[in-house]
């Protein structure tokens, strides 16, 4: 069996956002060696994303005012008591991550990320403004 | 190390629908000749998702009703933009199957999926009427 | 290549609440002998969620919170069919458990769960009061 171990940073100047992260991770693989396996891409942080979608901006401005909807950043102190009682205002982060996932497990065929025509992998930040670690395990022979 | 890969195909005559597919996965199982091990499956499409869940009609009409009031179908033109700048009416579809998973990865253990009592995998469908593929990779020895 | 399972059982004494497993799961990880593989821990009930998260309590009050206005609990028979058809007041539980997830795949580095330094994998119960179980199941070598 083999294994490959890399840990990514990702640095968004902005609080929230989307990053294509596909080609790092098949760069990943070809280092690897790998041609038959899987490959973990997990965010080492808890407000931040790794997920499997379409690649065009307009959707992920949808995902950005939808996940805003349902988790709306706030720091009033009312609604979110992690926020009052830790002084960081990323309680929403916390949630928004949650809907969107932690990890994302790929297979490798054929030395390969197998994908279907439309997928790519995406980092998704939900709390930037400072380096953030990802994780991508491959195991396999 | 064993590994197997199996696409399904799965071509669902309506927008939505909830399909079981644990007897396929478990073939594919017997088919890799894997004792123990994990299998991943996942949807190959971004509007399709694959989870583990309880085989009840009542929950899955739940499940759907629940899905369109946190993301609701929209073709206006106001809600979405992905809809707006593709033609593609189907941002919810994207959003709904993030709601519900892009991927399960399921233990096998003495040749056997590994599952309590209830759970059985299922295929989502939030934008059917055209075939789907569903990836199956096995690695275990 | 190495394999390790073990059924963990949580019993919660209350409908909902969330647990810290890290220290269990790390355990398994040292009795598996694996340096390099790939953890998955995943719930046995649909009910319950296995997720990796921060640990601070405020957090966890948010969650629940956030999660009962997202799908909640709800007994007057007109919301759920599930509850009305099967007599099991918990599809809220099952909806709750797809917020939070039903599986984490965790990778082993250097025979240690390579988590980023607030990283736990939790237990979320959402219908509790009696004994389920959590799978682990390590590979690698």
Chains 1, 2, 3 share one sequence.
Not at 90 to 96: G, R
Not at 111 to 130: A, N, T
Request: hydrophobic share 35%; with cysteine.
């Amino acid at each position: 069996m083999r294994s490959y171990t890399e840990y990514l940073t990702l640095h968004l100047p902005s609080r929230t956002g989307f990053v294509n992260i596909s080609e790092q991770v098949a760069e990943c693989v070809r280092k690897s060696g790998v041609q038959e396996g899987l490959a973990l891409v997990n965010s080492m942080h808890s407000t931040s994303s790794i997920f499997v979608s379409f690649d065009e901006p307009g959707l992920h401005e949808d995902f950005n005012r939808w996940l805003e909807g349902l988790a709306p950043f706030d720091n009033s102190g009312t609604r979110y008591l992690h926020n009052s009682r830790t002084g960081e205002p990323n309680a929403d982060a916390h949630m928004k991550r949650q809907l969107m996932g932690r990890q994302v497990v790929l297979a490798i065929t054929k030395g390969q990320l197998d994908f279907g025509p439309f997928e790519h992998v995406f980092y998704g930040e939900f709390d930037g403004r400072r380096p953030k670690r990802v994780l991508v395990k491959i195991i396999g022979e």
